[in-house]
């Protein structure tokens, strides 16, 4: 068949559903549940969508129109419509990704932290560590639980971007993190036991993070996870002193 001038050969309904089984077998056979291989599959397509949607939005005016001068109104129009039920899409695939429940709670609402959740959280937050500071002896047994406080603040679809959430928190905040974890982390003078302990694991980033952004929801969680209260009176401390 000749397909000179036909637009590009996109993979059809039957091999992207061949691909996501290939995948969740692949993911299956390495130990992982295929509930939390399938949300973490949901969220890369809805982050597909979403980075569409706003390639779209955010590209030139005028570029919808195609060759030939800018679009008239009826085809701005349609142009609109189609780019709306994009975003409408991606909106819908998220909350299908992290589970029909995250549809119907409010925003206030703290369900239960999943397994998953933690997981991609502690992927998130360790090389953002890792940029700050280095790799220290200090190796909490008890980072599930901290990131687990850590995401109990948050509802499922804040939990789905917290990675995102981490990123522009390190980046507006890089050089006073910089400063902490240079006087308080490791290669310092401060001991690695103690009330700054935190500071030597990557989950003190996250804890951080909350606690510039919900701390009394966070310390609602500390306390009910029964974790130091010294460790986050030390974040506190060498937070404010790093200003």
């Not at 061949?18 to 295929?34: E, I, M």
């Not at 599959?41 to 570029?63: D, K, L």
């Not at 589970?99 to 959280?121: C, I, K, L, T």
């Not at 047994?141 to 995102?164: C, D, F, I, K, P």
Request: proline content about 5%; overall charge negative; cysteine-free.
């Amino acid at each position: 068949m000749n397909t000179a001038g036909a637009g590009p050969q996109l993979p059809d309904a039957a091999s992207v559903s061949n691909a996501k089984t290939t995948l969740l077998q692949l993911l299956a056979r390495a130990g992982v549940f295929t509930g939390d291989a399938e949300e973490l599959i949901g969220v890369v397509e809805a982050g597909a969508i979403a980075r569409a949607y706003e390639e779209i939005t955010g590209g030139p005016s005028g570029a919808a129109g195609g060759a030939g001068g800018a679009p008239d109104g009826s085809v701005r129009a349609g142009v609109g419509d189609v780019v709306h039920e994009l975003g409408g899409i991606a909106e819908r695939a998220l909350r299908r990704a992290v589970g029909a429940d995250a549809s119907a709670s409010s925003p206030e609402e703290r369900p239960r932290v999943r397994r998953m959740e933690v997981e991609r959280a502690q992927v998130a937050v360790s090389p953002l560590y890792l940029s700050l500071t280095s790799v220290s002896d200090f190796d909490p047994e008890v980072t599930t639980e901290v990131l687990s406080a850590v995401l109990g603040t948050m509802g499922y679809r804040q939990r789905a971007m917290y990675a995102g959430q981490l990123t522009e928190f390190g980046t507006a905040h890089r050089a006073r993190l910089e400063r902490l974890y240079a006087q308080y982390g490791p290669g310092s003078a401060i001991a690695i036991h103690g009330r700054y302990s935190l500071i030597h694991s990557p989950t003190s980033l996250a804890v951080l993070e909350r606690l510039a952004t919900a701390p009394a929801a966070l310390r609602e969680e500390w306390d009910a996870a029964e974790l130091p209260p010294a460790w986050l009176d030390g974040l506190l401390t060498a937070w404010d002193s790093s200003a």
